[in-house]
């Protein structure tokens, strides 16, 4: 009930705020009801100033250009999971026309588990959510609750800049492919089912969700 109670405010405040329609990127899925697993990820270390990552995905390449000086906590995580893999075989599994394509789900929920339970620090608003811009999706209001979903942006939205979303990075190559992902599902997928069930869930009930194939930096 407590999740439930959560999303509903920050959904409230999201419709007051702006589009009066759509959530705000929210990362409020619970882990899985399973035990510990018994590997901690591993300890995060400064990235590069700049990087790019190459998200081979279902749909074609899309390049990222990650600036650290953006958001330092932010890009510090994307740099460890993306290292880690953690993005391989990740489903964009909300996919909103002229607002925001979002994924970061593991698809094993223990691996899940153990990555949403490390949550990173808050960084200030440095850019704007303009259109191709990447950011960490959080519980609006709550403080240091990034951990792994991203969303990219498909049309400027500034109001999440007073909402307290920094950017990380931005769409260099392939922003038509971000375009092109499936969007047939909407918002219909539940985070609460990904995170107890993980790819399971979303083959069966949403065989047509584009992916990410492999996630790596590139030069």
């Not at 000086?69 to 964009?92: I, T």
Request: hydrophobic residues 40%.
């Amino acid at each position: 009930m407590k999740r439930i109670h959560i999303l509903t405010t920050a959904a409230m405040v999201f419709l007051a705020a702006c589009d009066r329609s759509t959530p705000a990127p929210a990362d409020t899925a619970t882990p899985a009801p399973t035990p510990p697993p018994p590997a901690a990820p591993a300890p995060v270390v400064a990235a590069p100033a700049q990087f790019k990552v190459r998200f081979e995905t279902s749909r074609g390449p899309i390049v990222v250009l990650a600036h650290r000086d953006w958001s330092p906590n932010g890009v510090d995580r994307l740099y460890q999971l993306v290292e880690q893999g953690y993005y391989d075989d990740a489903r964009f599994f909300r996919v909103v026309p002229e607002f925001i394509v979002q994924f970061g789900m593991h698809a094993d929920p223990a691996t899940n588990t153990r990555w949403t339970a490390q949550k990173v620090m808050d960084d200030p608003v440095k850019e704007s959510n303009r259109r191709g811009m990447v950011t960490f999706a959080m519980i609006q209001g709550t403080p240091n609750s990034r951990t792994t979903q991203l969303f990219i942006n498909l049309r400027d939205n500034a109001m999440l800049d007073q909402m307290g979303f920094p950017p990380i990075g931005e769409v260099v190559e392939g922003m038509s492919v971000v375009d092109a992902l499936h969007s047939g599902y909407g918002e219909t997928p539940q985070q609460g089912l990904i995170a107890a069930e993980g790819n399971a869930y979303l083959k069966r009930q949403f065989p047509k969700l584009d992916f990410v194939r492999t996630a790596k930096v590139v030069k």
